[in-house]
């Protein structure tokens, strides 16, 4: 395999596919030729932490990735609060087809009244206040 690496892309090129990235405009005049070693320890999921970057001799590397941007904090923390509204309403309406048809245990009758207070904890959680966000804990 023939394989090249951009610093300026941090993206692994095949060489001898270069015409076809030049008639595409996507090649990179910074591209080097790399050993297949080198492109397999950096062409999968970086470590933690860490995105591909460039050292200083152009070649791949791991590097610390950036703090995410406030924007991006907030928009994690949408995430995250949708997914715990979704699992408290899969849980609450479980419980309710369960009352429906026959009556809860008093364990159950507990457990739904545990989900409906997190339910309420998480929906008044305001994912635009990141940094004083406390996440309720997951009933058992």
Sequence with gaps: MNIGFSAKTKAF???????????????????????????????????KGKIRGADEHGMPCW??????????RIAEAVNIRNAMLMTADTEIRQLKIIEEI???TS?????????KKYLADVYRIEPGNVS?????DVPV
């Design 132 to 136: 004083s966000i406390r996440w309720p």
């Design 63 to 72: 590097i610390d990735a950036p703090e995410p941007t406030e924007q991006e």
């Design 107 to 115: 364990e159950e009758t507990q457990r739904l009244m545990s989900w």
């Design 13 to 47: 090129y095949d060489l001898d596919e270069k015409a076809v990235y030049i008639q595409n405009a996507s090649w990179s005049e910074d591209v080097k030729s790399i050993s297949e070693v080198l492109w397999l320890n950096h062409c999968g999921q970086p470590p």
């Design 102 to 104: 026959c009556a809860l």
